[in-house]
C-alpha cells in the first residue's frame, strides 16, 4: 500500500463505497462514465458516477495516479490542486454529462 494508494482509496470512501483490494485492484460501487485522452501532463481521467458523488482518478505521464472526488464534477474539479487543468477537465466533463 502506497501513500497515494492509500488516499486514492480515502476519495473513494467520501462518494462510494469500497468492496474489496487485492494489491493494486480496487473494486468499489461507481459506474465508469468516461476515459478522457490526454489532458496536461496527465495520460488520462477516469470519470466514475458514484452513489454519493462522483471520483475522477487520474494517471500522470509520469506514472502516479490520483484522485479526487465531490458530490458534484465542478466540486470535484475544485479538488484538483493543479488549478491550470481545471478548466480542459471541466470542458471533458461536460461532454460526458457530468458538469
Sequence with gaps: ETEE???IIDVLNE???VRAMA???VTFVGALVGTSGPIGDLTTIEAYRCAAGVLLHAVT???PHWA???TTGAEAVSMIQDASLHPPVTAWLAGVGLD
Design 61 to 63: 505521464a509520469s506514472g
Design 5 to 7: 494508494g492509500l488516499e
Design 68 to 70: 479526487v472526488g465531490g
Design 23 to 25: 494489491g493494486h485492484l
Design 15 to 17: 462518494v462510494s463505497e
